[in-house]
């Protein structure tokens, strides 16, 4: 079974102080990879998706990573906008019909 | 392009109860997956339909039915209701079949109270 992991759990953030959120996976055979931001009470909107290890991607602030074994979503110089939970999922091969996610990093930015 | 559509926003039930949840995916998008979120966790994926057939199913009770239609929109029905069913649920549309390399991109979801 497909196992995603992601730490921390919250994230605390000053304004323009950039950090890493993390996400470990477990997969048979990742498809991929894929990254979303929630607001609450909303769907989650999609922002990354990334295929195989030593792809990375970029949108405005954010940059994602992949490895064989964990994903990084880095936050460059935060505004509070950011706020959100940032959920990580995985499709892997074995059950690429669905996607297993991760409980979600809460990241909070003050100004 | 309007995005994924779900109906009613928000629903309150009573348990034993039954509701029906409905989803209209992204135009040109034919396959539609539903998940259930508990508040402080990720989505849960419960169906996956593509060409009105079930293509994959999660570790949920009988309870729990789906279909699909000829327009690809897509309804969830959950049968005699526990206070555990309360959740956001969310509609996914994707354009091809998972298997190949597609994004499931969410609707707003339904906020489902069951008291």
């Known amino acids: 079974e497909d196992q995603v992991t992601q730490s921390p759990e919250a994230l605390r953030l000053q304004e323009g102080e950039s950090s890493s959120l993390n996400c470990s996976y477990t997969v048979s055979g990742l498809r991929g990879l894929f990254w979303y931001r929630q607001d609450p009470g909303k769907g989650p909107e999609f922002l990354f998706t990334?295929?195989?290890a030593g792809e990375e991607k970029e949108k405005e602030r954010l940059k994602a990573t992949l490895t064989k074994k964990e994903s990084f979503l880095h936050i460059t110089a935060p505004k509070p906008e950011d706020s959100a939970t940032y959920l990580c999922?995985?499709?892997?091969?074995?059950?690429?019909?669905?996607?297993?996610f991760g409980a979600g990093t809460t990241v909070t930015v003050r100004a | 392009d309007a995005g994924v559509t779900q109906s009613p926003t928000h629903l309150i039930k009573t348990r034993g109860q039954h509701v029906t949840l409905r989803c209209s995916p992204i135009?040109?998008?034919?396959?539609v997956s539903w998940y259930q979120q508990v508040l402080g966790q990720g989505p849960q994926f419960i169906f996956q339909?593509?060409?009105?057939?079930?293509?994959g199913r999660g570790n949920f009770p009988d309870r729990f039915s789906a279909r699909q239609f000829p327009n690809y929109s897509s309804e969830l029905n959950v049968n005699a209701l526990l206070l555990g069913d309360s959740a956001l649920y969310l509609c996914?549309?994707?354009?091809?079949?998972?298997?190949?390399?597609?994004?499931?991109?969410f609707g707003p979801g339904t906020r489902l109270t069951v008291l």
């Open positions: 135009s040109g998008h034919k396959s």
């Open positions: 339909y593509y060409e009105k057939e079930e293509r």
């Open positions: 990334l295929y195989s």
């Open positions: 996914a549309s994707s354009f091809v079949v998972a298997g190949s390399k597609d994004t499931q991109y």
């Open positions: 999922a995985v499709q892997g091969g074995a059950n690429d019909y669905k996607l297993s």
